[in-house]
C-alpha cells in the first residue's frame, strides 16, 4: 500500500496580512498531481486543516475541492483535527461526505480503525485527533491526563488495544510536540507547558508507520516515526526549510520504503540583511523584486520611511526589522521584555509574579493551581 502523509495545511492562514489562500491552492493541485503520479492509495493529513477554529467561507471551499480532487485520482483520505482546528465544525460534515474520504475528530473512537485493503491483506489506520487534557479526560475518568504526554500515552493505549483486536498492518496518526524535534521558533501554536507536554517517543511504539503534524518543518524521529510539516512556508523562519510530504510504502510484513516528495513553492522567502542602502543596490532588486522580503537593516540610526522605500524595489516585502550594529549586548530582564520573550499563559503569569515578588517565581503548589485555572479556561472555552 502507498500512502501519502501530509499535515498542517492552515487553510485560511495569512502571511503578514496577506491571503495564502490561493498560494496554498497551488500547492495542494500539485499534491493532487503527485497522488495521481505515485498511485498513492490513501492520504493521510494530520492535524491543523484550518489555521482557525471559525474558518472563513472560501476556507471550507478549498478543503472540501481539494478532498474531492483526491478522491476522483483514486484515493481514499483521511484526516484528523489539529490544535489550530475545531474538532466540532471540522467534523460536523464527517457523515456528509463520500465514501472514503474519513474525517475523525471523536476522541471516543482512536481505538476504532479506518481499514483499507491491498493485495498483502488490511492496513488499519488509527486517527488521534488533537487531545486538550482538560477537555478530553471527562472521556477516560479511570485515567491520570493532566499532560499532553499522558494523555497521547493513554490515546496510544487505545491504538494499541485496536491492534490487537485487528490483525493486520496499522498506521497511526496524531497532531502532537514529541521529543526530538526542532520547532520554528514564533510558529507553532505552543502545545507545551514547560517541559511537561513533550511526548517521549516511546509513547508510538507499535504501528508500522506514525505520521505526526503540529511542527512546520520535515522532521525524521525514527524510519517510522516522522513529521511532513506544512506544505506552504508560513513564517522567515522557516524559509530554508523544504516543502513536502512523504511517500510510504507498505509491503506484506510492514513498513517498506519511505521517500520525499518535494512541493512547488509558490514564492520564495527571503532575509536580507545590511545597511538599508545595500539592500536597496540594483543586484539585490533584480535578484528577489519577486520574493516576499524580510529586510534587516543595520545603519546606526533608524531610517525614514524604511517600508515605503522597500516596497518602491521590492512589492512583496512584508516585513522590516532595524538591527544597529556594534550595539553593546545587554540581559533582557524587565517585566515587558520577560513577557515579550513569554510563549505560554504559564509563562506570562510567571512573568508577572517575579516582577512583583522581587525575583521569586510560583512555588511547585501555585505552579498546580495555575495549571489547574488555566485548564478551566480551556474547557470553558471549547463550550462556546
Given at each position: 500500500?502507498?500512502?501519502?502523509?501530509?499535515?498542517?495545511?492552515?487553510?485560511?492562514?495569512?502571511?503578514?496580512?496577506?491571503?495564502?489562500?490561493?498560494?496554498?491552492?497551488?500547492?495542494?493541485?500539485?499534491?493532487?498531481?503527485?497522488?495521481?503520479?505515485?498511485?498513492?492509495?490513501?492520504?493521510?493529513?494530520?492535524?491543523?486543516?484550518?489555521?482557525?477554529?471559525?474558518?472563513?467561507?472560501?476556507?471550507?471551499t478549498l478543503l472540501g475541492d481539494t478532498l474531492a480532487a483526491l478522491h476522483?485520482?483514486?484515493?481514499?483520505?483521511?484526516?484528523?483535527?489539529?490544535?489550530?482546528?475545531?474538532?466540532?465544525?471540522?467534523?460536523?460534515?464527517?457523515?456528509?461526505?463520500?465514501?472514503?474520504?474519513?474525517?475523525?475528530?471523536?476522541?471516543?473512537?482512536?481505538?476504532?480503525?479506518?481499514?483499507?485493503?491491498?493485495?498483502?491483506?488490511?492496513?488499519?489506520?488509527?486517527?488521534?485527533?488533537?487531545?486538550?487534557?482538560?477537555?478530553?479526560?471527562?472521556?477516560?475518568?479511570?485515567?491520570?491526563?493532566?499532560?499532553?504526554?499522558?494523555?497521547?500515552?493513554?490515546?496510544?493505549?487505545?491504538?494499541?488495544?485496536?491492534?490487537?483486536?485487528?490483525?493486520?498492518?496499522?498506521?497511526?496518526?496524531?497532531?502532537?510536540?514529541?521529543?526530538?524535534?526542532?520547532?520554528?521558533?514564533?510558529?507553532?501554536?505552543?502545545?507545551?507547558?514547560?517541559?511537561?507536554?513533550?511526548?517521549?517517543?516511546?509513547?508510538?511504539?507499535?504501528?508500522?508507520?506514525?505520521?505526526?503534524?503540529?511542527?512546520?518543518?520535515?522532521?525524521?524521529?525514527?524510519?517510522?516515526?516522522?513529521?511532513?510539516?506544512?506544505?506552504?512556508?508560513?513564517?522567515?523562519?522557516?524559509?530554508?526549510?523544504?516543502?513536502?510530504?512523504?511517500?510510504?510504502?507498505?509491503?506484506?510484513?510492514?513498513?517498506?520504503?519511505?521517500?520525499?516528495?518535494?512541493?512547488?513553492?509558490?514564492?520564495?522567502?527571503?532575509?536580507?540583511?545590511?545597511?538599508?542602502?545595500?539592500?536597496?543596490?540594483?543586484?539585490?532588486?533584480?535578484?528577489?523584486?519577486?520574493?516576499?522580503?524580510?529586510?534587516?537593516?543595520?545603519?546606526?540610526?533608524?531610517?525614514?520611511?524604511?517600508?515605503?522605500?522597500?516596497?518602491?524595489?521590492?512589492?512583496?516585502?512584508?516585513?522590516?526589522?532595524?538591527?544597529?550594529?556594534?550595539?553593546?549586548?545587554?540581559?533582557?530582564?524587565?517585566?515587558?521584555?520577560?513577557?515579550?520573550?513569554?510563549?505560554?499563559?504559564?509563562?506570562?503569569?510567571?512573568?508577572?509574579?517575579?516582577?512583583?515578588?522581587?525575583?521569586?517565581?510560583?512555588?511547585?503548589?501555585?505552579?498546580?493551581?495555575?495549571?489547574?485555572?488555566?485548564?478551566?479556561?480551556?474547557?470553558?472555552?471549547?463550550?462556546?
Amino acid at each position: 500500500m502507498r500512502i501519502l502523509h501530509t499535515s498542517d495545511w492552515h487553510i485560511g492562514r495569512t502571511f503578514h496580512g496577506n491571503s495564502t489562500l490561493d498560494a496554498l491552492a497551488d500547492v495542494l493541485t500539485a499534491l493532487v498531481a503527485q497522488v495521481r503520479e505515485h498511485g498513492v492509495d490513501a492520504v493521510v493529513v494530520a492535524g491543523d486543516v484550518f489555521d482557525s477554529a471559525t474558518p472563513a467561507g472560501p476556507a471550507y471551499t478549498l478543503l472540501g475541492d481539494t478532498l474531492a480532487a483526491l478522491h476522483d485520482v483514486g484515493a481514499a483520505v483521511i484526516v484528523t483535527s489539529g490544535n489550530h482546528d475545531s474538532a466540532a465544525r471540522l467534523g460536523f460534515q464527517a457523515r456528509l461526505l463520500r465514501e472514503g474520504i474519513h474525517v475523525l475528530t471523536d476522541p471516543v473512537a482512536v481505538g476504532q480503525p479506518i481499514t483499507i485493503a491491498d493485495v498483502d491483506g488490511p492496513v488499519h489506520f488509527y486517527g488521534i485527533p488533537y487531545l486538550e487534557p482538560a477537555i478530553v479526560r471527562q472521556h477516560w475518568p479511570e485515567a491520570v491526563l493532566r499532560t499532553q504526554a499522558q494523555t497521547m500515552a493513554h490515546a496510544m493505549g487505545l491504538v494499541r488495544e485496536g491492534m490487537a483486536a485487528n490483525a493486520g498492518r496499522s498506521v497511526a496518526i496524531a497532531h502532537c510536540f514529541a521529543a526530538g524535534v526542532d520547532a520554528t521558533a514564533g510558529l507553532e501554536r505552543e502545545v507545551r507547558q514547560g517541559g511537561l507536554d513533550v511526548v517521549p517517543l516511546s509513547v508510538f511504539d507499535g504501528p508500522d508507520y506514525v505520521a505526526l503534524g503540529h511542527i512546520h518543518g520535515r522532521q525524521r524521529l525514527s524510519d517510522r516515526v516522522r513529521y511532513a510539516g506544512a506544505p506552504l512556508h508560513y513564517s522567515f523562519g522557516e524559509q530554508d526549510k523544504p516543502r513536502g510530504s512523504w511517500l510510504v510504502d507498505l509491503d506484506a510484513d510492514g513498513l517498506a520504503a519511505v521517500e520525499w516528495l518535494e512541493l512547488p513553492v509558490p514564492r520564495r522567502l527571503v532575509t536580507l540583511t545590511g545597511a538599508l542602502d545595500d539592500i536597496l543596490a540594483a543586484d539585490n532588486v533584480a535578484a528577489h523584486s519577486a520574493d516576499w522580503v524580510c529586510a534587516v537593516y543595520t545603519d546606526a540610526l533608524p531610517q525614514a520611511e524604511p517600508m515605503r522605500r522597500l516596497k518602491e524595489r521590492f512589492p512583496f516585502c512584508a516585513m522590516v526589522q532595524h538591527e544597529p550594529e556594534n550595539t553593546v549586548a545587554r540581559i533582557e530582564s524587565s517585566y515587558a521584555q520577560r513577557l515579550r520573550s513569554a510563549v505560554t499563559d504559564t509563562d506570562r503569569i510567571e512573568a508577572f509574579l517575579v516582577h512583583v515578588r522581587e525575583g521569586q517565581g510560583p512555588t511547585d503548589d501555585e505552579r498546580e493551581l495555575i495549571r489547574e485555572v488555566l485548564d478551566e479556561r480551556v474547557a470553558a472555552e471549547a463550550l462556546v
